[in-house]
């Protein structure tokens, strides 16, 4: 387990429209907005946006898949 981590993910928008932050999620369980839109394409692969998702429990990144 690796919490509080010095942890920074790259991020253009912030709103979870440029992609540029997505990363791939292993496991866990995160909440996205219903207005925001993300591409099927990165929901059908596992990644979430992380500038606009908020985990709804204990998450796993692999931060070397972006």
Known sequence: R???LPIRIRNG???GYCAFC???MISGEVFVPPKITIRE???DFGFIHPCI???LKDIHLDLTKT
Do not use: A, G, I, N
Request: aromatic fraction near 6%.
């Open 2 to 4: 690796q919490k509080d």
């Open 22 to 24: 997505r990363t791939k």
């Open 13 to 15: 928008c912030r709103s």
């Open 41 to 43: 394409v990165d929901e």
């Open 53 to 55: 998702s908020y985990p």
